[in-house]
């Protein structure tokens, strides 16, 4: 089975049709606007596999896209404006996010110009396996796959508790060779967009503590625009 840039990966460069740029976004603000985003409100929803749109649900933010049981269905506009908010470069965005939606259009889980949050691993063409929070074939998130991911990823900070791009690739590439997949470029996007969203690319590195709070659905402490480039 597969997901959407799963963490983030082709998952925070949701759905941008039109052009522009989102300047980087203010961690302050944003929890001021958005408390939920400290992950203390409610818990996450594992059907969401991606941790940035599973981040966004928990902090409230799609809580009007439904009017009630069914599928957790996200207009195109409404993830470009949330995403926009959150420092994501519309330019860069919009190609994939479209594709994700046609890609659910075309399996029959999603409909016209909307994406199914809860089913990402459905976007013909866009989904991707090995992801670092759920395992293969699940279509929700796997607290023990998380829980390896995370310990893989702490094995390989440094005494400052950070992690280089090459770490993370690391760590991804070893999850697709145990689970006998070929890393795709949308799982190749997703390490570039979690890197850059953690402020990997400012500073010249990440805190391990981030990763760990963005793959529970928190905002990271340090977050930058994401760069799927």
């Known amino acids: 089975m597969k997901t959407i840039f ?7 460069l949701v759905l941008f049709p039109i052009t522009g740029f989102s300047a980087a976004p ?9 408390p939920g985003l400290e992950g203390t ?5 594992p059907k969401i596999l991606c941790p940035f749109h599973r981040m966004l649900e928990r902090a409230g933010i799609y809580d009007m896209s439904t009017d009630g049981p069914g599928p957790l269905l996200v207009s195109v506009l409404k993830i470009t404006s949330a995403a926009k908010e959150f420092g994501c470069q519309i330019a860069q ?15 029959g889980t999603s409909s ?18 090995c992801g670092l929070s759920f395992a293969k074939g699940s279509p929700e998130v796997t607290e023990s ?6 310990a893989a990823l702490a094995s390989l900070q440094d005494a400052n508790g950070h992690l280089s791009y090459e770490d993370l690739v690391t760590v991804k590439e070893s999850v697709c060779s145990a689970q006998g997949v070929r890393n795709t470029l949308p799982g190749k996007i ?3 967009l979690i890197y850059s969203f953690l402020g990997g690319n400012i500073r010249g590195f990440i805190d391990y503590t981030d990763v760990e709070r963005f793959l529970h659905a928190e905002l990271p402490l340090t977050i930058g625009e994401p760069d799927g480039r």
């Open 93 to 107: 965005c919009g190609t994939v996010a479209t594709a994700v939606s046609g890609g659910q259009l075309t399996t």
């Open 145 to 150: 796959h998380r829980a390896n991911t995370l």
């Open 41 to 45: 409100l409610r818990a996450e929803n």
């Open 26 to 34: 203010n961690r302050e603000i944003l929890v001021l606007k958005y």
């Open 190 to 192: 997703e390490m570039k």
């Open 112 to 129: 016209f110009a909307k994406v199914n949050i809860e089913s990402l691993h459905t976007a013909l063409g866009v989904s991707h396996d």
């Open 6 to 12: 799963k963490s983030f990966a082709l998952a925070s």
